[in-house]
Every structure is written in C-alpha cells, then in structure tokens.
C-alpha cells in the first residue's frame, strides 16, 4: 500500500490566489521531508528540505517566501504557494525518508499533486 | 554541489531486446544512488538502487553497476516488455535517509512491438 500520500492530486487556481498541498507520511514518523517540482518533460528538482520543528531549508533560487512550508507534525508537511501565477503550475511531489535505522538510504515518494495556475 | 548527467535523453529498442542508461555523478561523497521509474502523472517509483560498497547489484531483469572511481552507474534492463517504457531517472545522494537526492534528466524508454 501507499506508503506517502498528497492532497489534492490535482488542483486548478486562479493567479494571484494561495494553494494548500499536503504530505502526508502514513507508515512512518518522518522528521525530514523533501519538497520537489517537475516541470512538463523535465527532472525533478529539489525545492526544500522540510524539517519538523525548525524552518525549512530552501534550495538556491527558490523564494522561500512564496513557498511556505510547515512541517507540522512527525507525519504531516505542508507546502503553500502564495500568490500563485502561471509559470507555478506544475508538478509537485514530497519524499520521506524512511524510520529512524541509519541503515536505510531509501526515500519514499508521495503521487504527486499536479498544480495549474489560470 | 552534486551535478549528476543521464544519457540518453531517449531511447527505443525492441521487445525483448536489451536497454542501457548511464549516469556519472560529480560529488565523490555520494554513496547511495537510486533508479526510479516514472509513469506519466505519476510519482517517481524505485526499481533498484546500489550503494557505494557494492560494484554490482541485480534484481530479476533489471541491473545497476557502480564504477566509484570513474564516477559512472548503470542501469541496464535485460528482456524489455511493452510495461517497460517509461521515464527513468537516476539520482544520487551522500546519505543516508535524510540527505537529499540529486536527480539526473531522464531517459524516456520506449519498447518497440
């Protein structure tokens, strides 16, 4: 079974209007979570390391006050784009890192949620 | 940082034929590199993944081989199916769990009838 969940799966937004996405780590307390986007065609590219009870740790070149992240329980983080505009539409996946044994190198990725900004 | 290069960008073989996708990564403290497969609108899935302790790791049809000193990994898929084709990605990481995973550009697979 789904190890990670998103919510929504898709979402449609008018620009200029704020869009909720959740992460949700269902077999597992994770302390970290990370935050990727995949434009149509292209890799994934890191956004942000979400970290349970501190501020999140953006990649270069991401605006860390239009991506707000909440790490807001051991399974739960959230990612808001504010003030959304078209070239934000896109799609947005998490990952966590599994448990607590130092010996596991495997992330889990969520569905992903596919965000489109009219 | 880590800069991780994926070759081919795309690639069709036959049914039943064999596929190849190579990586190189730059960050010599990367230990742990990951093959995930991803299927259109869908999260990436794991198919394989090596460590930098170990040269070769197989499962079933699929193989990853890690060559640390030149910095090389390879993805090879042996009697490729329809079910195959898909995007792959390699990545790589400096682990372990909460490290971040840098993410190659992709190989888009198609399996020819």
């Known amino acids: 079974g789904a190890v990670v969940s998103q919510h929504p799966s898709w979402v449609i937004c008018k620009s200029g209007t704020s869009v909720k996405i959740e992460c949700r780590s269902l077999d597992f307390q994770a302390t970290t979570m990370f935050w990727y986007r995949q434009f149509p065609k292209q890799s994934l590219m890191l956004m942000a390391t979400?970290?349970?009870?501190?501020?999140?740790?953006?990649e270069q070149g991401v605006e860390k006050d239009k991506f707000l992240i909440n790490h807001a329980s051991l399974t739960l983080s959230t990612l808001t784009v504010t003030s959304a505009h078209p070239e934000d539409s896109s799609f947005y996946i998490c990952s966590v890192p599994p448990g607590l044994a130092e010996s596991s190198y495997e992330q889990y990725f969520g569905p992903g949620t596919r965000l489109t900004v009219t | 940082g880590e800069n991780v290069e994926q070759h081919p960008s795309t690639l069709s073989v036959q049914e039943g034929d064999s596929a190849v996708i190579k990586c190189t990564y730059s960050d010599s403290a990367s230990n742990y590199f990951p093959w995930y497969k991803q299927e259109l609108g869908k999260g990436p899935q794991l198919i394989i993944d090596?460590?930098?302790?170990?040269g070769e790791k197989k499962d079933q049809r699929i193989a990853v081989t890690l060559n640390k000193t030149a910095k090389h990994f390879s993805l090879h898929i042996t009697e490729t199916q329809p079910e195959d084709s898909a995007v792959y990605f390699c990545?790589?990481?400096?682990?372990?769990?909460?490290?971040?995973?840098?993410f190659g550009k992709g190989t888009r697979l198609h399996i020819l009838p």
């Open positions: 979400s970290n349970e009870g501190s501020k999140a740790t953006y």
């Open positions: 090596i460590r930098s302790n170990v």
């Open positions: 990545a790589a990481s400096s682990g372990p769990r909460d490290d971040k995973i840098i």
